[in-house]
């Protein structure tokens, strides 16, 4: 056979399965629901540790906090150990565990 007719005979099978998939659809394929402000649920406010307490749990620790910033229910502190070495952490403020610690060595 020419390399032609291959090449022409492939690209029209190609069309024809393109041209059939497109027209076949799943036996199951529905809209997927879209969410009104009647259909969502507020999620509940979470209880969250004061931030006298997180303060407390992290100086309990020899640090001594010269930056913390409050993000959803998180608390990000910047701090300092006896050693003056900075040092990073995340809290839960929900249970005030550290989440992430990372200390800057020199």
Known sequence: MDK???KFTV??????ALAFAVQAKPASAQPAPVASASTLTP????KTL???ELERRVTAQ???ISKAEVRDLL???TAYDSQHRK???MLDRRTGEVLAREIKRD
């Open 4 to 6: 032609n007719v291959i």
């Open 50 to 52: 004061s931030y006298e």
């Open 11 to 16: 690209i029209v099978a190609i069309l024809a």
């Open 43 to 46: 999620i509940p406010a979470a």
């Open 62 to 64: 020899g640090l001594r």
């Open 75 to 77: 608390l990000k502190v």
């Open 87 to 89: 040092v990073k952490m």
